[in-house]
């Protein structure tokens, strides 16, 4: 596991930019694991300036998002769905059809997630993936208490995910209670997990994430076994930390 503590969210959001440009350099056809929230939103804004410099090139890549809310349609303007098309999709160039996010109105839910597993599977896996952390360390919508060989499927959110994600909705009462999120499993075969945290707010998570021990309580401690993480936060984020490997 890296650590690396920058000055702001700016320079959190441009390192990780770069992270993601480097993999399509080295492999243009590179399986992107993209994820929703305002962490990444930087990052993205960053990866269009470098599709619109004509530094970096999607043509070829695809992607696959964490999670989506369950219950609402693509089409609303809360679904991760519109979020990554308005945030990202309609700025570069990966083509439609190798864009995968999961269905929120799927029918067979069992089914929809052994799918989208499949389908990552048949596309030689996720090369890097990005995640951002929830206060109570979550990833993905993998809350607390959650089954660390669980694969993508569907989930109850936690009641502070809920609190956290009622600034995107009218009230807190619109808030989805339900996601299919990629699981624990899932998210740990990925190649390469690069995951950004800004703000004091996650300082506890991230601390605990790093230096805690590996509990189901703190779904991303997990990431301490993972064989290639770089995590990336800013110096709010990172200000309880008694150790930074930069």
Known sequence: MRVIVVENYEEMSKKAALMIASQLYLNPKSVLGLAT???PVGMYEELIRLYESGEIDFSQAMSFNLDEYYG???????????????????????????RFIPDGLAED??????????????????????LGIGVNGHIGFNEPNINFEAKTHLVNLDEQTIK????????????PR????MGMKTIMQSKKIVLLAS???????????????????????LLQIHKDVVIIVDKEAGEKLSRRDI
Not at 178 to 181: L, N, R
């Open 37 to 39: 929230g305002s962490t």
């Open 178 to 181: 339900q996601a299919i999120s």
């Open 164 to 175: 956290d994600n009622a600034r995107f909705f009218d009230s807190i009462d619109e808030v």
């Open 72 to 98: 609402i349609s693509k089409d609303k303007k809360q679904s991760y769905h519109s979020f990554m098309k308005e945030t990202f999709f309609d700025h570069i160039n990966i083509p439609e059809d190798k």
């Open 199 to 221: 703000g004091k707010n996650k300082a506890d998570a991230i601390q605990k994430t790093i230096e805690g021990k590996i509990t189901s309580d703190l779904p991303a401690s």
């Open 109 to 130: 839910v069992e089914n929809e997630c052994r799918n989208y597993d499949k389908s990552i599977i048949e596309m030689g896996g996720i090369d890097i993936q990005v």
